[in-house]
């Protein structure tokens, strides 16, 4: 039984995660984290509670699952490590000296970080690459990602994962347009347009349960695994096909 402690339990991401965690008969979910002040706090939660200092029920985890603000992962993280507590981490918006800080603490603690838990954008990312190295240098390619009104970082990490993905299969310089309206979980399209024709590869989620069921693989795959710090992409066994 993996018991498993959840930071920004009650948000968006957190709250569908919480749930799926309960129904699995090898978890256990013994509490979460909130903002000092949240109204949830002291409510239930699994066999714990939520409360808003980490510390108070890091020894009832054996992995701890993070969706909580840039600040609060990297200290939630920076605590696991010196508890030796496996770390899965779906907080996005970080800046290239805060992901330099993630990849030092996982030197002493197996971290799974991922923008995106979803094995649908994992593949997605995979194939727009191999797009990008098929159709060659006379395509321009633009990215086009939609989330709803309240997500507050621009380009979503989901999509600087694709830029990513396409710079390593040679495409450079790729623009990225960012919509922030409604309600809307989070649309993908990748475009690679060329002369007389365009390709469109498109990732759309219509519920968050894609993602929680990507959190609940990286739990199962980073328990008792050595330090350091993994993908989405080691865990879906990717990396490892030719």
Not at 28 to 47: C, I, W
Request: charged fraction near 20%.
């Amino acid at each position: 039984m993996t018991r498993v402690v959840l930071s920004g339990a009650c948000g968006r991401m957190g709250s569908v995660v919480a749930n799926l965690v309960e129904q699995q008969t090898d978890m256990q979910l013994n509490g979460g984290v909130e903002a000092f002040g949240h109204s949830r706090l002291g409510m239930p939660l699994g066999r714990g509670a939520v409360v808003c200092d980490l510390k108070t029920i890091v020894a009832d985890a054996d992995v701890i699952v993070e969706f909580g603000p840039t600040e609060v992962a990297l200290e939630h993280l920076g605590l696991a490590s010196e508890r030796r507590k496996p770390f899965v981490l779906g907080t996005t918006g970080f800046q290239s000296g805060q992901m330099q800080e993630i990849e030092r603490l996982a030197g002493s603690v197996p971290v799974v970080y991922a923008p995106n838990f979803s094995a649908g954008i994992a593949i997605m990312s995979r194939i727009a690459g191999e797009a990008v190295r098929l159709l060659g240098p006379g395509y321009d390619c633009e990215i086009v990602e939609m989330h709803h009104r309240h997500k507050k970082d621009a380009p979503s990490g989901t999509a600087k994962k694709l830029v990513e993905a396409l710079g390593k299969a040679g495409e450079k310089g790729v623009t990225v347009h960012s919509i922030r309206a409604g309600d809307i979980v989070g649309d993908h399209t990748v475009i690679l347009a060329g002369e007389g024709e365009r390709v469109e590869l498109t990732h759309k989620a219509s519920s968050r349960v894609a993602f929680a069921q990507g959190v609940l693989r990286a739990i199962r795959f980073i328990k008792g695994k050595p330090n350091g710090l993994y993908s989405i992409e080691d865990v879906l066994g990717l990396k490892t096909q030719p």
